[in-house]
Structures are given as structure tokens and as C-alpha cells.
């Protein structure tokens, strides 16, 4: 489905559960149903450029889900989901310009899901959306960063942290990659990032032959990156911003 077509019917779903909501108040189905309307079109919104919508739809959501805890602050579930949807806003706000707000908002994520560990240690989902918080951050401090605002040692902290949950995947072993990239072991980092490597980690491979002297290289896989980035029908705010990183190395032109 084309992502506008699918933004459009989640905007009529949301319009229709906002009614609801307000119709029958005591009825937390209809609220939930909105956060999850919101959380679904954050992505969306930024498949087309539209980063302001998506920060708002995520804040929104983050606003309903405290609203909700406060009122059922027995329902593990409630905190859960407000967990990750201080995920998706302090992503959103880190790759925005707003990495300091991102990360604290992060940071309260990971404290919610540690405790929340604590007391359900095999949920699988809140294992999932804690690994996902600590390699978030641990991109954050070592990528998304200002230069000079940068800190690979925590950023290290936080990888090895989500390299230590039972679900590691292929997102935190391009994380450990990344921050290896930055810490100037570019050989090893290659090492990390070149098994089941996709359109991040080729971006991070192209850096890592340009930064070891081999051109020729680095141009091969920034454009195989390149290739998967625009094949895809969604346009994802991260990878750009990598892309803009492989090409401002290699002295390529810019897609911004």
C-alpha cells in the first residue's frame, strides 16, 4: 500500500476513535486505540518529509499514555506502552535536532523498563523495547550527537549493555559497528558491520574503506547502500542521515 493511502486510513481510524473516546470516557479501549493510531503514524508522516507531524503524533501519544497510567497505575501494560512511546519520541527528537530532550525522555524509557524487568524478568517485550532504548542511545552519543557533544565510552556503555539482553539482532550489532567506527577502528568495524549487512551498515562500510585509503571501495558500497535506500518506499530520517555523513567523506553531492 502506498504510505499516503495508509497515512489517510489511519487518520479516519484516529478521527473515529477521538469520537468514541469522547463519547465514552470510561472505556480505555478507545484511548489506547489512539495511541496506537498516533504510533503507527509517526513513521508515516516522516515517509514524506513531514518530521513536525511525526514529533506531534508521537508526543501525543506519549501524553495519552500518562494520562492513562496515572488513572490504572496497576496495569502493567499501560507502563509498557508508555515506555515505548517515549521511545519513538525521543528518537524522533534526538534525529531532529533535539538530542538533549531526546535523550532524557530515552533515559525515563529505560528506567521504566528496568523496572519493569525487575518485576517481569522473561516479558519479552519489555526485554525487546530495552534493548531497543540502549541501542538507541548508545547511537545517539556516538552518531547523532553534535561532534563536540559526543561520547563514544558511553555510547560504548549502552551497546554492550543491549548486547547483553537475550534478543540481540542485527540493529546492535550495527550499533556496536557504528560506535567502533567512531572510537577510529575502522578495520574492525568492518569485521562487525559486513555479516547480513544492509543500507546502514554499507553506508558505515563505504566510511570505514574511505577513512583505510581505499576509494574505489568506499564508492562501491556507498552506492549499493544507495541503491537499497531508493528502492525503498519509505523514507527513513536516520538513514538520510548517515547518507549525508558517507557523502560529505567521500566528497560526493548531497541528497539535502
Same mark, same amino acid.
Request: proline share 4%; glycine share 6%; with cysteine.
Given at each position: 500500500?502506498?504510505?499516503?493511502? =495508509?497515512?489517510? +486510513?489511519?487518520?479516519?481510524?484516529?478521527?473515529?476513535? %477521538?469520537?468514541?473516546?469522547? %463519547? +465514552?470516557?470510561?472505556?480505555?479501549? +478507545?484511548?489506547?486505540?489512539?495511541?496506537?493510531?498516533?504510533?503507527?503514524?509517526?513513521?508515516?508522516?516522516?515517509?514524506?518529509?513531514?518530521?513536525?507531524?511525526? &514529533?506531534?503524533?508521537?508526543? *501525543?501519544?506519549?501524553?495519552?499514555?500518562?494520562?492513562?497510567?496515572?488513572?490504572? %497505575?496497576?496495569?502493567?501494560?499501560?507502563r509498557r506502552e508508555r515506555a515505548t512511546a517515549r521511545i519513538s519520541l525521543g528518537r524522533t527528537l534526538a534525529l531532529t535536532g533535539k538530542q538533549n530532550e531526546g535523550a532524557a525522555i530515552l533515559q525515563q524509557a529505560v528506567d521504566e $523498563?528496568?523496572? $519493569?524487568?525487575?518485576? &517481569?524478568?522473561?516479558? *519479552?517485550?519489555?526485554?525487546?523495547?530495552?534493548?531497543? @532504548?540502549?541501542?538507541?542511545?548508545?547511537?545517539?552519543?556516538?552518531?547523532?550527537?553534535?561532534?563536540?557533544?559526543?561520547?563514544?565510552?558511553?555510547?560504548? %556503555?549502552?551497546?554492550?549493555?543491549?548486547? @547483553?539482553?537475550?534478543?540481540?539482532?542485527?540493529?546492535?550489532? &550495527?550499533?556496536?559497528?557504528?560506535?567502533?567506527?567512531?572510537?577510529?577502528?575502522?578495520?574492525? @568495524?568492518?569485521?562487525?558491520? &559486513?555479516?547480513? @549487512?544492509?543500507?546502514?551498515?554499507?553506508?558505515?562500510?563505504?566510511?570505514?574503506?574511505?577513512?583505510?585509503?581505499?576509494?574505489?571501495?568506499?564508492?562501491?558500497?556507498?552506492? *549499493?547502500?544507495?541503491?537499497?535506500?531508493?528502492?525503498?518506499?519509505?523514507?527513513?530520517?536516520?538513514?538520510?542521515?548517515?547518507?549525508?555523513? =558517507?557523502?560529505?567523506?567521500?566528497?560526493?553531492?548531497?541528497?539535502?
Amino acid at each position: 500500500m502506498d504510505p499516503q493511502q =495508509a497515512e489517510s +486510513y489511519f487518520l479516519i481510524a484516529l478521527s473515529s476513535f %477521538e469520537r468514541l473516546s469522547a %463519547e +465514552y470516557p470510561e472505556d480505555t479501549g +478507545y484511548r489506547r486505540f489512539i495511541f496506537l493510531s498516533l504510533k503507527s503514524l509517526g513513521p508515516l508522516h516522516f515517509s514524506h518529509g513531514g518530521t513536525v507531524a511525526a &514529533t506531534d503524533a508521537y508526543r *501525543k501519544g506519549c501524553d495519552i499514555m500518562e494520562r492513562l497510567v496515572l488513572d490504572f %497505575e496497576e496495569v502493567p501494560q499501560f507502563r509498557r506502552e508508555r515506555a515505548t512511546a517515549r521511545i519513538s519520541l525521543g528518537r524522533t527528537l534526538a534525529l531532529t535536532g533535539k538530542q538533549n530532550e531526546g535523550a532524557a525522555i530515552l533515559q525515563q524509557a529505560v528506567d521504566e $523498563l528496568v523496572e $519493569l524487568k525487575q518485576k &517481569t524478568p522473561d516479558h *519479552k517485550r519489555v526485554e525487546y523495547n530495552l534493548i531497543r @532504548a540502549y541501542n538507541i542511545l548508545a547511537r545517539l552519543f556516538s552518531n547523532w550527537m553534535p561532534a563536540e557533544s559526543r561520547d563514544q565510552a558511553l555510547a560504548l %556503555e549502552y551497546a554492550d549493555k543491549a548486547k @547483553a539482553g537475550k534478543q540481540i539482532n542485527a540493529d546492535v550489532r &550495527t550499533t556496536i559497528g557504528i560506535v567502533r567506527y567512531h572510537s577510529g577502528d575502522w578495520a574492525d @568495524a568492518m569485521r562487525v558491520l &559486513t555479516p547480513q @549487512a544492509d543500507d546502514t551498515d554499507w553506508l558505515f562500510i563505504s566510511m570505514c574503506e574511505s577513512n583505510l585509503g581505499h576509494p574505489i571501495e568506499a564508492v562501491h558500497w556507498y552506492e *549499493k547502500a544507495v541503491d537499497a535506500i531508493n528502492n525503498s518506499p519509505l523514507t527513513d530520517l536516520e538513514l538520510q542521515h548517515y547518507r549525508c555523513q =558517507a557523502e560529505a567523506l567521500l566528497g560526493l553531492p548531497s541528497v539535502n
